[in-house]
């Protein structure tokens, strides 16, 4: 499956932004969903979790109550809502993909198999 990010920009603190992550060459609806990030100089970090039936959700400690992610198997997209955007949430945005849900790897890079290429969100303060 082929993944492609977009969404992001320029934003002030407190904005919100919507994130989308579309699919192609298979079908979504196969695959188990994350969201990560990576800053300047950081490593890509965990932001969300969505199972392929929408059923089982998870999100970073960082995010939690900000954040929202969900999908629609129909469009074949995943989506990543953000409000209360802060500067600290700067960093480009990558979709995954994994064929299969792990408790120990759902929050780490290697439980997935299929990346976007990233959106780079940017907040100012």
């Known amino acids: 499956v082929q993944l492609q990010a977009s969404g992001g920009g320029l934003v002030q603190a407190g904005d919100s932004l919507r994130l989308s992550c579309a699919a192609s060459?298979?079908?979504?609806?196969?695959?188990?969903m994350g969201w990560f990030c990576q800053a300047p100089g950081k490593e890509r970090e965990f932001v969300a979790y969505?199972?392929?039936?929408?059923?089982?959700?998870y999100y970073a400690d960082s995010v939690k109550g900000r954040f929202t992610i969900s999908r629609d198997n129909a469009k074949n997209t995943v989506y990543l809502r953000m409000n209360s955007l802060k500067p600290e949430d700067t960093a480009v945005y990558y979709c995954?993909?994994?064929?299969?849900?792990?408790?120990?790897?759902?929050?780490?890079?290697?439980?997935?198999?299929?990346w976007g290429q990233g959106t780079l969100v940017t907040v100012s303060s």
């Open positions: 969505i199972g392929w039936r929408g059923d089982r959700i």
């Open positions: 995954a993909a994994a064929t299969y849900f792990s408790t120990t790897t759902y929050r780490r890079t290697e439980g997935y198999d299929n």
């Open positions: 060459g298979r079908t979504l609806s196969s695959y188990f």
